[in-house]
């Protein structure tokens, strides 16, 4: 498979091979949905805790005695019929949400995932978006011209969630200057994953020879 490779000024520069490992995997729904959902669940926390009867402070003393007053009987303050008692089945910061997911099945929905999104023209190829200086300024300018490709108006336009551009290695200084834009989210390429992949409508990979070499080991791997 091949793809056009673009510099940081949206420039044709040349083409690029794609694997037919990762990018030409048909469509599963099913499989996406699962990983996506599960990935989801393990990046949950158990924060909401509510005290049951035996954490609530108090109610060591019966608060009457059980006969002869006429009202009901009751054996302590930290009741759930109480005001200021323990709450009955409330939530607990002891559930695990966490869910299995086999490595094959991540591998392949990941392939699933950016298969999907360069059929549908949702991928760009840069060779490289390396700035000079960590500027806001200087990310927005090379982020206005690679908009100038046909078909991805949107990483300007598009106010939310408009595009994950993953690095091939490590850049502090260009991830800072990207930092600073809402619609934008940085990741490197080997950290890629179904659901930040979906969250954004485009990728933009940048030194993608590289990249594409390191996605097809880690997903033959896994595979």
């Keep these: 498979m091949k793809a056009t490779l673009y510099n940081q000024t949206g420039k044709d520069i040349g083409k690029i091979f794609l694997p037919e490992s990762v990018f030409d995997v048909p469509w599963n729904a099913d499989l996406v949905h699962q990983v996506v959902t599960s990935e989801a669940s393990n ?31 009751h054996g302590s303050r930290r009741s759930p019929l109480w005001v200021g008692g ?7 910061k002891e559930k695990n949400y966490a869910k299995k997911v086999n490595a094959k099945m991540k591998a392949k929905a990941l392939s699933t995932a950016l298969s999907e999104k360069l059929r549908n023209r949702e991928i760009l190829f840069v060779d490289s978006l390396a700035l000079a200086d960590a500027k806001t ?6 982020l206005t011209a690679l908009a100038k490709v046909e078909g991805f108006t949107g990483l300007v336009s598009k106010k939310k969630n408009a595009a994950l551009l993953a690095f091939g290695e490590k850049d502090r200084k260009t991830e ?7 619609n934008i989210a940085t990741a490197e390429l080997r950290n890629l994953t179904p659901h930040t992949l979906l969250q ?8 993608p ?3 594409m070499k390191f996605l097809e080991r880690k997903l033959a791997k896994k595979k």
């Design 200 to 207: 954004y409508k485009f990728l933009v990979v940048e030194k």
């Design 43 to 73: 990046m949950r926390q158990s924060i909401a805790h509510a005290k049951g009867r035996s954490e609530v402070r108090g109610g060591g003393k019966k608060p009457w005695r059980q006969k002869g007053t006429g009202r009901a009987r």
């Design 86 to 92: 323990g709450v009955t089945h409330g939530p607990t």
């Design 209 to 211: 020879e590289a990249g």
């Design 137 to 142: 300024k200087d990310a927005k300018a090379a």
């Design 176 to 182: 800072k200057s990207f930092a600073n834009i809402p």
